[in-house]
């Protein structure tokens, strides 16, 4: 018997990925580039299995039942490229390729259109949850030819996560790189979620003087409200987790964020598309400016320590802290869909928020209850600009509010750094302000460059220029915009 889909890639993903596909009863084929590794699989974590090996190209193609289903779980980039350029000689047309790594979107694009020459199928699936998730559950979003998925459906909404309604957490996202498009906003919306709980832990532990212990107990108590998720959950593990002298583990680690770069390129991208990303982008920044330690070291030695203490209530404060953090949240998760909207409108991928929603409900890091709450706002207007104009979440955002302040105008008094949480509050009053100072903005640009600018009093579109001084002229400069 012939295998159902064939892997490359035996490392953590990919290793875990072929056990779960073989727990719900799919023959696979796995290869590796460094053969031992085939080896080393099939005779440990794999004994006992159905799963079998391959140890080149050929023999995995010839193991195959056609169309031939082989999915790349290898390193992105030009990884990726050499893989493909090896396996197309050896396919036939309506073979379908898959990669399920970190791939950046257009380069997804670019490889569904070479492939679609050669009659290659390509999906490029975004694959998040970890270890643990690839195991037992991912959440999967896939994009790519659309003529592929029918084979690759029953494999992949098998051994993805479910939510409590039993719904698999994957279901196809849109043509060319529109899967690994979602991907990349779900890990700019997962390093925003991180950023928004590392500062409600620092105004707990700095401001509010508040143990391990204490601050522990405060997520465990959070994480039976609207903030359910498994990233708070953890947090309250860390938070407990006690190094071999009873100290907290967590303040013995070195305060400097890594990133793999799928937050910099939601950011990137939503500079591109013109969309204000505010709350993601400040958290990308957030570990740059954690990553200058020796920098911040000097400058701490400099300006002097700050005494970042907050008087008053801790618990009224505590609660405080939660509805800032809840109501952050729904402006970073509203930011990442009004991105996502313009990508499918710029791209004609015609998204299903509601069905992102219902993909990230479990699985992944960013997995939450709140995320459901997002799939009814959708599913009653699917159209819905702006997730805070949904009735369930204007609710929060105004019962939030004036805590909210409160704590970003404490953390701005006693030098509690908080870019996520304050900036996600300035978006919204930017938002929600119908009149907004740009103009005085279009008048500064009229006058130094003769950019022109459109009038109130006037149709849109109609462009005017003054001659501010009386000494320039009366030519002005072309109006588009970039
Ligand atoms: P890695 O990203 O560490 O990649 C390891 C695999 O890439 C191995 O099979 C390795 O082969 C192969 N490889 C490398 Br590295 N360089 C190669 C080359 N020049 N030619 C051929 N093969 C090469 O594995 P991973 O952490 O399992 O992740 C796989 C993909 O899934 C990545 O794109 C990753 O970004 C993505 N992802 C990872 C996670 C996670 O939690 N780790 C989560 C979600 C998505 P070798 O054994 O011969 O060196």
Redesign the pocket.
């Known amino acids: 018997m012939k295998g159902d889909i064939g892997v490359?890639?035996?490392?953590?993903?990919?290793?875990n990925l072929i056990l779960n596909m073989n727990d719900h009863g799919y023959k696979v084929v796995a290869h590796?580039?460094?053969a031992e590794?085939v080896d080393e699989f099939l005779q440990g974590p794999a004994k006992g299995t159905n799963i079998v090996g391959a140890y080149s190209l050929q023999e995995l193609v010839d193991k195959l039942e056609s169309p031939r289903k082989i999915m790349l779980?290898?390193?992105?980039g030009?990884?990726?490229d050499?893989?493909i350029d090896k396996l197309v000689p050896l396919l036939d047309k309506g073979d379908i390729i898959i990669d399920?790594?970190?791939?950046n979107f257009p380069d997804t694009n670019r490889r569904v259109a070479a492939l679609k020459e050669k009659g290659i199928h390509f999906i490029g699936s975004?694959?998040?949850?970890?270890?643990e998730?690839?195991r037992f559950g991912?959440s999967i979003m896939p994009g790519g030819s659309p003529e592929a998925w029918p084979f690759v459906k029953p494999i992949f909404q098998a051994i993805s996560a479910k939510t409590e309604n039993d719904e698999p957490c994957c279901d196809w996202v849109g043509n060319d790189g529109a899967g690994h498009f979602v991907k990349m906003v779900h890990n700019g919306i997962e390093y925003g979620d991180m950023q928004l709980i590392t500062e409600a832990y620092q105004f707990m532990k700095d401001g509010l003087g508040m143990t391990h212990d204490e601050m522990q107990s405060v997520f465990i108590e959070w994480n039976k409200t609207e903030l359910n998720s498994y990233l708070v959950e953890i947090t309250s593990d860390i938070l407990g987790y006690k190094d071999t002298d009873g100290e907290p583990l967590v303040e013995k680690i070195l305060d400097t964020a890594g990133q793999?770069g799928t937050g910099k390129w939601t950011g990137i991208n939503a500079l591109d598309m013109g969309i204000p990303l505010t709350l993601i982008t400040e958290s990308v920044f957030a570990r740059c400016l954690s990553s200058l330690k020796d920098q911040r070291v000097e400058a701490e030695a400099l300006f002097g320590k700050k005494e970042s203490i907050v008087e008053g209530d801790k618990q009224v404060w505590i609660e405080a802290l939660r509805q800032a953090l809840l109501a952050s949240k729904i402006i970073s998760y509203a930011q990442g869909f009004m991105l996502m909207r313009e990508a499918s409108n710029e791209n004609g991928w015609d998204l299903n928020y509601g069905n992102v929603a219902l993909m990230w409900r479990g699985g992944c890091i960013i997995r939450s209850a709140f995320l459901s709450n997002i799939r009814d706002a959708y599913d009653i207007d699917p159209e819905l600009s702006f997730l805070g104009s949904d009735s369930y979440f204007k609710g929060i955002l105004e019962n939030s509010m004036s805590a909210w302040r409160k704590v970003a105008a404490k953390s701005m008094e006693v030098g509690i750094p908080m870019p996520s949480m304050t900036s996600a509050l300035t978006f919204l009053d930017g938002y929600t302000t119908a009149r907004l100072p740009a103009n005085l903005l279009q008048a500064q640009r009229d006058y130094f460059g003769a950019h022109t600018y459109e009038r109130v009093d006037k149709p849109k579109g109609e462009f005017f220029h003054t001659n501010w001084t009386g000494k320039g002229g009366d030519v002005s400069s072309t109006t588009y915009n970039s």
């Open positions: 490359i890639g035996l490392a953590v993903m990919g290793q590796n580039r460094t590794k779980m290898v390193r992105a030009d990884v990726v050499s893989f399920g790594g970190n791939t975004g694959v998040s949850g970890g270890e998730g690839a991912p793999k």
